[in-house]
């Protein structure tokens, strides 16, 4: 691709990944002025900030909007261009990073910078909750909710062994909860370890949590698994992280293009890998 012509509206969050965006960027910015590669720079430091700025880069005219951070980052600036026409670029610096993972960016936000400079732009679904606030790859509900929280209060380990470190210590200490499930061809209630609503494959930093997702078959996937003992729990921990949970008799594996969570429990959930907290008893995605 040319790239001369073109200009990059980049938003950098530098509390991404606890600081690793923070760490990765002065050699991402060096690789970008040693190509010659056109950009305007804007930092963010708090959370939801990146919306507004990337929404004052397609107010500015800008056709390319690049997010450096992680899932969360993306997150925002996906959802502060709204319907503007930008194409939405991505370099990976975050804990989990799954949205890259998904759409094969590469890790290492250096050699990401090739996907900018040559990668293929590609039209993908967006999910949608409560009708007012978007995700790229998923919302999960659960003991995937709580590893999420428990990662972003890490201080020792990033990327996948965070993930992984979290899920451990909660496959023994999480309590099930009790939720009705419904799409408009299905229904169940029951009580449940983890609710994944899912646009991509991934979430937690590489668990294959909906094998079957595709970002553009304009579905969702929705993958809930029941309760297990606890003992049991580790075993299918590591069943779900190489998706390979689907045959097991406690998992329900449903697509369709809206599905609805009603609790009277307190939930605990993530969007994109940051917490969210619900609405009460009912939540249309």
């Known amino acids: 691709m040319d790239t001369e012509q073109r200009s990059y509206f980049l938003v950098v969050n530098l509390i991404a990944g606890l600081g690793l965006?923070?760490?990765?960027?002065?050699?991402?910015?060096?690789?970008?002025?040693?190509?010659?590669?056109?950009y305007d720079l804007h930092y963010t430091n708090e959370p939801q900030e990146a919306i507004d700025v990337a929404r004052m880069g397609v107010d500015a005219?800008?056709?390319?909007?690049?997010?450096?951070?992680?899932?969360?980052?993306?997150?925002?600036?996906?959802?502060?261009?709204?319907?503007?026409?930008?194409?939405?670029?991505?370099?990976?610096?975050?804990?989990?990073?799954?949205?890259?993972?998904?759409?094969?960016?590469?890790?290492?936000?250096?050699?990401?910078?090739?996907?900018?400079?040559?990668?293929?732009?590609?039209?993908?679904?967006?999910?949608?909750?409560?009708?007012?606030?978007?995700?790229?790859n998923g919302v999960g509900i659960g003991i995937d909710a709580q590893v999420a929280r428990d990662v972003l209060q890490s201080k020792r380990l990033s990327g996948s062994p965070a993930y992984f470190s979290a899920a451990i210590r909660e496959v023994f200490r999480f309590k099930a909860f009790s939720a009705l499930l419904e799409t408009d061809e299905w229904s169940e209630q029951s009580r449940w370890l983890s609710v994944g609503i899912a646009n991509g494959k991934y979430c937690g930093g590489g668990f294959k949590l909906a094998p079957r997702a595709d970002v553009n078959d304009g579905r969702l996937d929705l993958a809930?698994?029941?309760?297990?003992?606890?003992?049991?729990?580790?075993?299918?921990?590591?069943?779900?992280?190489?998706g390979k949970h689907l045959g097991l008799r406690q998992v329900r594996y449903v697509q369709s293009k809206k599905i609805i969570v009603s609790s009277d429990e307190k939930l605990v959930a993530h969007m994109d890998g940051e917490p969210y907290r619900l609405p009460k008893e009912r939540l249309t995605v």
């Open 21 to 38: 965006c923070k760490r990765l960027f002065p050699s991402v910015r060096k690789e970008l002025d040693r190509r010659g590669i056109s």
């Open 61 to 136: 005219g800008f056709t390319y909007v690049v997010a450096m951070g992680g899932d969360g980052t993306i997150n925002e600036v996906a959802n502060g261009l709204g319907d503007g026409g930008a194409t939405l670029g991505v370099i990976p610096a975050g804990k989990g990073n799954d949205f890259a993972r998904m759409m094969g960016i590469p890790i290492d936000p250096v050699r990401a910078i090739d996907a900018l400079e040559n990668g293929v732009v590609r039209n993908v679904d967006l999910g949608m909750l409560n009708g007012d606030r978007r995700f790229v």
């Open 224 to 242: 809930a698994i029941g309760d297990f003992p606890r003992v049991e729990r580790l075993l299918r921990l590591v069943q779900a992280r190489n």
